[in-house]
């Protein structure tokens, strides 16, 4: 690559460089000099965050909310009812879905309203009960498969202890 701006030196900082015949500029994120046209093009800003937790954030919660109670109502069929890990992985299927309520969601809603609707900023309580519940479900999250990992690694290692 070579670079437009002239020699660097150890003390000053290239602020733009050349793709083929193209030139980017960090000073100007914006804009494009296209040197075989020779003319300025702005490139259209789009905040990649507020794309994805505007369209993807809800297709996550509706999706891993029906997965999950599906994965609950399935796991509290007959046929699976008699095995010892069938409370955890209902455990957590439910604080799995307590986590995209409670924390997606936030950022989804924000998202939606542009940043003037904050879940936290509602009340001086909102925030601290939000807080412990994103992060509280969360960390239940996360030891109910550690707990479920145990289970599984002792029911193989004494298989004839474990129902």
């Known amino acids: 690559m070579e670079s437009s701006a002239g020699p660097t030196s150890a ?7 050349d793709v083929g015949n193209i030139t980017y500029s960090k000073d100007e994120p914006m804009y494009l000099i296209n040197k075989s046209v020779l003319s300025a093009q702005k490139i259209p800003s789009v905040d990649v ?3 994805i937790f505007t ?9 891993g909310t029906i997965g999950n109670i599906i994965s609950v109502v399935v796991l509290q069929g007959r046929f699976f009812r008699r ?14 879905t307590g986590v995209l309520l409670c924390g997606l969601m936030r950022h989804w809603i924000k998202a939606l309203t542009q940043n003037k609707l904050n879940i936290r900023n509602l009340s001086q309580a909102s925030c601290p009960i939000h807080f ?9 999250s996360s030891w109910s ?3 479920l990992t145990v289970e599984r690694m002792s029911s193989v290692r004494w298989p004839f202890k474990a129902k």
């Open 145 to 147: 498969l550690a707990l």
């Open 55 to 63: 369209y993807v954030a809800p297709v996550l919660i509706l999706m």
């Open 11 to 17: 003390w000053s900082v290239n602020t733009s460089y």
């Open 132 to 140: 412990f519940f994103t992060y509280f479900l969360s960390h239940l």
């Open 49 to 51: 965050h507020d794309v």
């Open 83 to 96: 095995a010892p890990s069938v409370f955890i992985l209902s455990a957590l299927s439910l604080t799995d």
